[in-house]
């Protein structure tokens, strides 16, 4: 399965909001709802930021969101704070009980 | 608390196994809904999905690299096992396990371990 297309960097100022899209088909983004995104410090493991498109797990700040149109999600950060620079990961089922990620986005805050 | 940590071998040879545990707590992998997968992320690159394996011992590969892995359990030691079979330069990652809890956060990886490092070369 090939990666998802994500752009490789975006940069905002602080407050802010940014929108890191991640692109995929209809055997992927476009067919299933499940669709999360990771956010990844450097060094760090990813934590889970969004799930089922749009649903935030426990804990994380309602400032991140997610949303999809076809085969393409996106994940909007709102409000940006400095310790939101990070490498942001989109994940997607793919049928057959396999996943497949982005190919991660750089996110500078200025 | 939920904890994931995995061990191996930081160094392996080409053409060698590699052989990767993850001991978790927290959760149990008996418990409906619950998942193990590995995942692997090579040096300044993005992650790959690479297998998983279920609460009922229903197992998924990579399609890419089904031929090359196997996944497995042992439940009474709250271990998952990944082995990667005719290592290559190309295969040097950080290898994560991540937990799945379907009924709270659907197919999601909801929780990482830190991760171990592993290098191939002669």
């Known amino acids: 399965q090939s990666a998802l297309t994500q752009p490789a960097s975006v940069s905002g100022s602080p407050g802010q909001s940014i929108t890191i899209y991640c692109t995929g088909t209809?055997?992927?983004?476009?067919?299933?709802?499940?669709v999360s995104w990771y956010q990844q410090h450097p060094g760090k493991a990813p934590k889970l930021m969004i799930y089922?498109?749009?649903y935030r797990p426990s804990g994380v700040s309602s400032r991140f969101s997610g949303s999809r149109s076809g085969n393409r999600a996106s994940l909007t950060i709102s409000g940006l704070q400095a310790e939101d620079e990070a490498d942001y990961y989109c994940?997607?089922?793919?049928?057959?009980?396999?996943?497949?990620f982005g190919g991660g986005t750089e996110l500078t805050v200025l | 608390q939920v904890t994931l940590r995995e061990s191996g071998p930081a160094l392996v040879k080409p053409t060698q196994t590699l052989t990767l545990t993850c001991t978790f707590s927290g959760f149990s992998l008996t418990t409906s809904g619950m998942c193990v997968s590995w995942i692997r992320q090579p040096p300044g690159k993005a992650l790959e999905w690479l297998a998983r394996i279920d609460w009922d011992d229903d197992k998924f590969y990579s399609t890419f690299l089904q031929t090359r892995l196997t996944i497995s359990r042992d439940t009474s030691k709250n271990q998952v096992v990944l082995t990667v079979t005719n290592m290559d330069p190309v295969d040097t990652a950080t290898y994560y396990c991540?937990?799945?809890?379907?009924?709270?956060?659907?197919?999601?990886?909801?929780?990482w371990g830190l991760g171990t490092k592993v290098i191939v070369s002669s």
């Open positions: 089922d498109v749009s």
């Open positions: 209809s055997r992927d983004v476009g067919g299933y709802k499940y």
């Open positions: 994940s997607s089922y793919t049928g057959g009980s396999t996943w497949v």
């Open positions: 991540a937990r799945t809890s379907r009924y709270s956060t659907s197919f999601a990886f909801d929780i």
